[in-house]
């Protein structure tokens, strides 16, 4: 009996073993990758754009940055703001990115590698505490003591179809950007708007935020859209603008009730159908009142006989 154990005890202790081995292990990266240089500027599209990608691909095991709520996985997911993943160099970031390990999924055919650069810059900028692209950080604490009117303005470049949104306090007759507000931008639809950027984009030290317009999306009969930006995260009171742009796909609405089909319980039905209906209403009705017109012969001769 002690010898099974012993036995059972050895079996779970060498099964495991290669596991607890494997997630004390060092990642390493070659020199040749770690030294890959980042080519997308850090600039606020991008630190948004990776903001979104990770709060997508990342956060459901990373957690919330600085927060340390990560899965308790083998090895564990750090947090990204910590020192283990900060002191990886852009190129080891994006090996791990790409190539995973562990619980760590594979994102090499999953996510571009343009977007993997974004999400390193996202990355970047949590040390910094700042977009990376700001001369002067935005504290935390303007998003939320900021208590002053705020205009919101949109501006459009055309070349590269790119949506830009300007958060502004009119004091004084002059607009002062403000800084540190969460900004959502829609297109208008008919039960619910559609967001063009998944998560609020944090205005930068400009009270800018951009968003790219996406090329598939569907316009009325000559393409125009309306566009809605909203803040999402800032003011407690409701702050929106709208504005129309003709950058969408030309669409033209066909109601499925004006054209002859199955589905239709109008007029609209297929004639044979109509016909079929009406054929089998006026048989059975022409059934009934047949019926109806020999019991009034049989009546009419039983009446007769009696007397």
Not at 291 to 305: D, F, M, P, R, T
Request: glycine share 8%; proline share 6%; with cysteine.
């Amino acid at each position: 009996m002690n010898r099974h154990i012993y036995l059972i005890f050895a079996l779970i202790f060498f099964g495991c073993l290669p596991v607890l081995t494997y997630s004390q292990a060092v990642w390493t990266v070659s020199s040749a990758d770690a030294a890959k240089k980042n080519p997308v500027p850090a600039n606020d599209k991008s630190v948004n754009s990776g903001k979104s990608l990770y709060n997508a691909q990342c956060k459901s095991c990373h957690g919330d940055p600085g927060k340390g709520n990560g899965l308790p996985l083998v090895p564990k997911p750090q947090d990204p703001t910590s020192d283990i993943i900060q002191k990886n160099s852009d190129g080891a970031l994006l090996y791990k990115i790409s190539n995973g390990r562990g619980a760590m999924p594979r994102f090499k055919d999953v996510i571009k590698d343009e977007d993997k650069w974004n999400i390193i810059n996202y990355i970047r900028s949590l040390k910094k505490g700042k977009t990376a692209s700001s001369e002067t950080s935005v504290p935390d604490a303007i998003i939320q003591s900021f208590e002053g009117k705020v205009e919101l303005a949109f501006r459009f470049v055309d070349s590269t179809k790119t949506i830009i949104v300007k958060a502004v306090n009119p004091k004084e007759g002059v607009l002062i950007p403000v800084p540190g507000l969460g900004i959502t931008v829609f297109a208008k639809r008919y039960f619910r708007d559609l967001k063009l950027n998944a998560d609020a984009l944090i205005t930068n030290a400009d009270g800018e935020v951009e968003v790219d317009f996406p090329g598939s999306l569907p316009g009325d009969s000559i393409g125009n859209v309306l566009l809605l930006a909203r803040v999402t995260e800032g003011v407690s009171d409701s702050v929106a603008v709208s504005a129309q742009i003709g950058w969408g796909k030309p669409f033209v609405y066909i109601n499925p009730r004006s054209e002859r089909s199955l589905w239709n319980s109008t007029w609209m039905a297929p004639w044979w159908l109509l016909l079929s209906y009406f054929g089998v209403v006026i048989g059975v009705w022409g059934t009934i009142f047949y019926i109806v017109l020999e019991v009034g012969k049989l009546k009419k001769i039983g009446s007769q006989q009696a007397s």
